[in-house]
């Protein structure tokens, strides 16, 4: 807490605002991981940090090169901010290799009452593999255990239960509750790619299933929509939202952010949602 003062020179405590962090790669064109997930969190109006796993070299039509981050440096990043600052809330986003995601679990075993999202990035929007195969044993194994919620699309949740993609709602709420048995508090199967006029969402959690719905927008300006997605969610659990009001919140921004795309002018192929569209209110005036 801070001090504030009212009209009487009265000393008042102020809420802090809330810290969020960010444990994911860097996107140089700005639409997707750290850089998606810090616009986000400064959207939602909590404090954002960030933590470097993996450099890519991309842009709206691709990947064309990963460079990761020892797994010492990424778990030192970490420990560094633990250190100094209060997090309230960390997403994590791309892992990259095994040996990335048992550093993150290692020091993330010692802060369990921080709540943690985890976006199991898995490929990139224009195709390209963004996690070699043995890290999603450890995923599974070392950092669903001590999620609060998880986000996998739909190829991602089957990835991991290592199953055929769900092709209708039933398969996903059945997939998102084998999921569970992971370790996860709650995990968010996203239907985005049923087809359809519709995006449909499942949460299952300890509370039994929730859906959530929105229209399918028509645009291809859709780069990044899981990563912030995920740290809008990491937001919200940070201000002390619980997962069902934390998942309808974020999912309301990201529709927002959908609706508002094209109103930017990125690249020429998947170019990003618009994160700032409820602050932006000018950006066509000129």
Same mark, same amino acid.
């Given at each position: 807490?801070?001090?504030?003062?009212?009209?009487?020179?009265?000393?008042?405590?102020?809420?802090?605002?809330?810290?969020?962090?960010?444990?994911?790669?860097?996107?140089?064109?700005?639409?997707?991981?750290?850089?998606?997930?810090?616009?986000?969190?400064?959207?939602?109006?909590?404090?954002?940090?960030?933590?470097?796993?993996?450099?890519?070299?991309?842009?709206?039509?691709?990947?064309?090169?990963?460079?990761?981050?020892?797994?010492?440096?990424?778990?030192?990043?970490?420990?560094?901010?633990?250190?100094?600052?209060?997090?309230?809330?960390?997403?994590?986003?791309?892992?990259?290799?095994?040996?990335?995601?048992?550093?993150?679990?290692?020091?993330?075993?010692?802060?369990?009452?921080?709540?943690?999202?985890?976006?199991?990035?898995?490929?990139?929007? +224009?195709?390209?593999?963004? &996690?070699?195969?043995?890290?999603? #044993?450890? =995923?599974?194994?070392?950092? !669903? $255990?001590?999620?609060? %919620?998880?986000?996998?699309?739909?190829?991602?949740?089957?990835?991991?239960?290592?199953?055929?993609?769900?092709?209708?709602?039933?398969?996903?709420?059945?997939?998102?509750?084998?999921?569970?048995?992971?370790?996860?508090?709650?995990?968010?199967?996203?239907?985005?790619?049923?087809?359809?006029?519709?995006?449909?969402?499942?949460?299952?959690?300890?509370?039994?299933?929730?859906?959530?719905?929105?229209?399918?927008?028509?645009?291809?300006?859709?780069? +990044?929509?899981?990563?912030? &997605?995920?740290?809008?969610?990491? #937001?919200? =659990?940070?201000?002390?939202? !619980? $997962?069902?009001?934390? %998942?309808?919140?974020?999912?309301?921004?990201?529709?927002?952010?959908?609706?508002?795309?094209?109103?930017?002018?990125?690249?020429?192929?998947?170019?990003?949602?618009?994160?700032?569209?409820?602050?932006?209110?000018?950006?066509?005036?000129?």
């Amino acid at each position: 807490m801070t001090d504030a003062y009212d009209m009487a020179g009265r000393s008042a405590p102020m809420p802090a605002i809330a810290n969020a962090l960010s444990i994911a790669g860097s996107d140089p064109s700005g639409g997707a991981g750290i850089q998606a997930d810090l616009k986000t969190f400064s959207a939602r109006g909590v404090y954002g940090m960030a933590v470097v796993t993996a450099l890519t070299a991309q842009n709206t039509q691709g990947v064309s090169g990963i460079h990761v981050v020892p797994p010492d440096f990424v778990a030192e990043q970490i420990r560094t901010v633990f250190a100094d600052i209060r997090v309230d809330a960390v997403k994590i986003g791309m892992i990259a290799d095994v040996a990335i995601a048992g550093a993150v679990a290692d020091v993330l075993a010692r802060h369990r009452e921080v709540p943690v999202v985890l976006d199991p990035v898995m490929i990139a929007k +224009g195709g390209a593999s963004l &996690l070699t195969d043995d890290a999603v #044993a450890a =995923l599974t194994g070392r950092l !669903l $255990p001590i999620a609060t %919620v998880i986000t996998p699309n739909l190829p991602e949740a089957a990835a991991l239960l290592g199953e055929p993609e769900a092709c209708n709602r039933d398969e996903m709420a059945g997939q998102a509750l084998r999921l569970m048995r992971f370790g996860a508090k709650a995990v968010l199967v996203k239907g985005g790619h049923l087809p359809g006029a519709d995006s449909p969402d499942v949460l299952a959690s300890a509370a039994g299933l929730t859906w959530f719905e929105a229209p399918r927008v028509a645009t291809r300006n859709t780069h +990044g929509t899981g990563c912030t &997605l995920s740290s809008a969610i990491a #937001a919200e =659990l940070a201000k002390g939202a !619980l $997962p069902e009001e934390a %998942v309808a919140v974020a999912k309301a921004y990201v529709a927002g952010a959908i609706n508002a795309a094209d109103a930017l002018n990125v690249g020429s192929g998947h170019g990003p949602v618009h994160h700032f569209h409820a602050l932006w209110r000018d950006e066509g005036a000129a």
